[in-house]
């Protein structure tokens, strides 16, 4: 456990000099957009924005260091070489960056402190439009691909934290406009220069300013990069070797086996963890963070075999109590079993961001009392057979499009929709009392964004849509179910089956609503004013008491109704 809170803690360094760097190539790119002023703009910004202070430089060389060297090692720990194209770029991107870099660092940083060069943009600019035009277009995809690594590192960092979707857009449009600035910059900035620079005493006027002397900066440049560029390739390869080594060596141990619930079983690689073995063998495991303990989507239910795996590290245990897990709940990405043992994954494969916040309890199953809405359009099918399919999607759509909004406007969770039905549940998180109000409320709002819709396609339709609702309450199985990519969180149990008989009640005896005396009860409202009716329901051997309401949208305006707090409908 200890080494995995180590690994952690580099992980969390990795990150901390991810930032270092790319608030770095954020200031120099808004720099470099300077050009669209002056060339005299960007040197008097240059000391700021470049970072040219202090001790400035030995943090960028820190954290570029910190950077390389866990990647290195993130490679060299790898005991699966599948990963996501998205992970699989980002490491690509990111080893690619010093080979491309080194020419512009030692040209600009290492012979300032070497030979007391004074490099400004104009010299800078004059090496990459005149006297070395490869290297500005080396230094411009470098510049790109920097910005593109950084950028995916924050996405894939930021895109677990709740509030990320909502800034995301307006963060994608800077993530475009910044870069598109600096290179205009660049180029703007570069072209003054030419024309400033056609005779032979400009240039030698700007070199005399930055102090160069003669070709032996070059010299330094050229030979230095190529030494470098050999060297960092051999540390790569070495570091693929060593891997190579490893598995030989870890191969003469005993073997090991992964039993998937309802899958095959597998050899375990040494060392490998439960994540990498279902990528080796290609079985779909979701894995939102790309394996790195910052999301729960990679979960597994561990049966045989559970006590003999290591207890979690405490960055594993933060996120299974966060999430709720019960003790047979492990991170698939943190368990590396030394014994074979038998597993069961808990998240569908196409998992995203919001579901890995979710509590683990919704997953594997758990009986909870919650509120079940039925609606649905009576005398649809009727309506349609004389209409053209775009019609009918059209009108199917809006229709969808006011009840959604209804429900989760008030607190809902859309389970499904079912042809021109919906079903919808209140209460997952808790409060039933709550949840009743709230499925009342979404009741009265449905029927008033119908009435609106009629208005809106009064000259569409024959005639007006009319819809069947009805409410219940009761004891639940919430969780996920289903398979594949048509699995998803819903609910099922005697309830659900009965507020879909409460709907079929509410067409037969031509009302919108009939809501059971359970949830008026849960609700503290009194719909004294609607008709009582006791219906049989199948499976129930006492009658059902509900409610019949002919108008949803008359719940809350009545003397008798008034306890019900209805907010406007949205519509």
């Known amino acids: 456990m200890a080494s995995l809170d180590g690994s952690r803690r580099f992980q969390q360094l990795r990150t901390i000099s991810g930032l270092v760097l790319f608030a770095y190539v954020l200031s120099h790119m808004l720099n470099h957009s300077l050009g669209l002023v002056s060339l005299e703009a960007m040197d008097r910004w240059r000391g700021i924005l470049s970072w040219q202070f202090g001790g400035a430089w030995i943090v960028l060389l820190v954290a570029a260091l910190v950077h390389i060297g866990h990647a290195l090692w993130s490679l060299y720990d790898r005991r699966v070489m599948r990963m996501p194209a998205w992970q699989f770029m980002q490491l690509l991107l990111g080893l690619s960056i010093p080979f491309l870099l080194i020419e512009h660092v030692l040209g600009t940083r290492a012979v300032a402190e070497l030979y ?7 010299s800078v600019q004059l090496t990459y439009w005149r006297l070395a035009p490869h290297l500005g277009i080396l230094q411009s995809i470098v510049m790109v691909i920097s910005w593109v690594h950084g950028c995916m590192g924050l996405h894939f960092w930021l895109r677990l934290r709740s509030g990320y979707r909502a800034v995301a857009p307006g963060l994608f449009t800077l993530a475009v406009l ?22 032979g005493e400009a240039v030698a006027r700007i070199l005399e300013a930055a102090r160069v002397p003669g070709p032996t900066t070059s010299v330094f440049v050229n030979d230095t990069s190529l030494i470098f560029r050999y060297a960092f390739a051999a540390l790569i390869a070495v570091t693929l070797l060593a891997r190579g080594v490893r598995g030989l060596l ?34 779909p495991h979701a894995s939102v963070c790309g394996g790195r303990g910052r999301c729960s989507t990679c979960r597994v239910s561990v049966g045989h075999g559970r006590e003999l795996l290591p207890p979690p590290s405490s960055a594993e245990q933060r996120v299974l109590t966060r999430i709720g897990a019960g003790r047979d709940v492990r991170l698939a990405c943190q368990v590396r079993p030394r014994h074979s043992v038998s597993i069961r994954p808990l998240m569908p494969p196409a998992s995203t961001p919001e579901i890995s916040l979710r509590p683990s309890s919704h997953l594997e199953g758990q009986e909870q009392e919650i509120v079940i809405l039925f609606a649905d359009l009576r005398g649809f099918t009727t309506l349609s057979e004389a209409r053209l399919p775009y019609d009918v999607v059209f009108v199917l759509n ?50 008033d964004s119908i009435t609106q819709l009629n208005r809106d396609l009064e000259h569409d339709l024959p005639y007006p849509l009319r819809v069947a609702i009805g409410v219940h309450s009761g004891t639940v199985i919430l969780g996920e179910m289903g398979y594949g990519r048509a699995r998803s969180f819903t609910a099922i149990g005697d309830p659900v089956n009965t507020t879909s008989r409460l709907e079929q009640i509410a067409k037969d005896n031509d009302v919108e609503l009939v809501v059971s005396r359970e949830v008026e009860a849960r609700a503290g409202v009194d719909l004294g004013d609607h008709p009582l009716q006791f219906v049989p ?19 809350g305006r009545t003397p008798a109704a008034s306890p019900l707090t209805v907010p406007p409908n949205p519509a």
């Open 178 to 199: 910044i870069p598109t600035l600096a290179l205009l910059g660049f180029l703007v900035s570069g072209r003054i220069l030419l024309m400033e620079t056609a005779d």
């Open 116 to 122: 007391g060069v004074n490099p400004s943009y104009t």
């Open 537 to 555: 329901v199948r499976g129930r051997r006492a009658a059902l008491e509900v409610r019949l309401v002919r108008l949803a949208s008359s719940l």
């Open 250 to 283: 870890s191969s003469r141990f005993g073997t090991v086996t992964l039993t998937y619930v309802d899958g095959p079983t597998v050899t375990m690689l040494p060392g490998a963890s439960i994540l990498e073995m279902s990528r080796a063998y290609g079985i």
């Open 398 to 447: 809006r229709y969808f499009e006011v009840v959604g909004q209804a429900v989760e406007t008030h607190n809902g969770h859309i389970d499904k929709f079912i042809g021109d039905g919906m079903m919808a549940l209140f209460g997952i998180d808790g409060d039933p009392a709550r949840a009743a109000g709230d499925a009342l409320a979404a009741a009265r709002a449905i029927a």
